[in-house]
T-cell receptor, first 113, second 112 residues
């Protein structure tokens, strides 16, 4: 079956630091990959997505590249802000589980001024 | 409506009671999903409805859990004889097709 593994958290950074949150996956076929973000007290929001190998998803300064050779979809941002503090979830759809999303366990990010 | 609406936002119930959680998807969205988010855990898939097809119930954790979707719109997740391990945030999402989910804010269920 499908699975998603995210780096262990929590992650604590100072403002303007570089962010990487690792995500690797296991799936058959050609899944679509997603990053979702959950800000404090809010629902899950789609941050970015990529639907095929070598695609780069980007939004709000965040980027992630679909790497089929390493089965990875790492999230990066060059300069984080306090407002980026949230929980980040990597997810995939497709392969053997068409229709439903399979999520990683989430990574808590805290950014200090 | 503008987004996915879930009710109630919070529910406290006694162990052994039944509860119903409601989800109003975005109008016109054919796919509807229920997930569960437990403290310190990721999101666990529960059930998926797509149009008039038979739902994918593969994620329901026990036969105490059931869900229905009436008229291809509103969905109700029912938990019978609640247990303390059922305490979690129950999230609903909808999609115009199998893509681009929009999540509701969830129902926080506490079983005491």
């Amino acid at each position: 079956g499908n699975s998603v593994t995210q780096m262990e958290g929590p992650v604590t950074l100072s403002e303007e630091a570089f962010l990487t949150i690792n995500c690797t996956y296991t799936a058959t076929g050609y899944p679509s990959l997603f990053w979702y973000v959950q800000y404090p007290g809010e629902g899950l929001q789609l941050l970015l997505k990529a639907t095929k190998a070598d695609d780069k998803g980007s939004n709000k300064g965040f980027e992630a590249t679909y790497r089929k050779e390493t089965t990875s979809f790492h999230l990066e941002k060059g300069s984080v802000q306090v407002s980026d503090s949230a929980v980040y979830f990597c997810a995939l759809r497709g392969g053997t589980s068409y229709g439903k999303l399979t999520f990683g366990q989430g990574t808590i990010l805290t950014v200090h001024p | 409506g503008a987004g996915v609406s879930q009710s109630p936002s919070n529910k406290v119930t006694e162990k052994g009671k039944d509860v119903e959680l409601r989800c109003d998807p975005i109008s016109g969205h054919t796919a509807l999903y229920w997930y569960r988010q437990s403290l310190g855990q990721g999101l666990e898939f529960l059930i998926y409805f797509q149009g008039n097809s038979a739902p994918d119930k593969s994620g329901l954790p026990s036969d105490r859990f059931s869900a229905e979707r009436t008229g291809g719109s509103v969905s109700t997740l029912t938990i019978q004889r609640t247990q303390q391990e059922d305490s979690a945030v129950y999230l609903c999402a909808s999609s115009p097709q199998d893509y681009g989910y929009t999540f509701g804010s969830g129902t926080r269920l506490t079983v005491v």
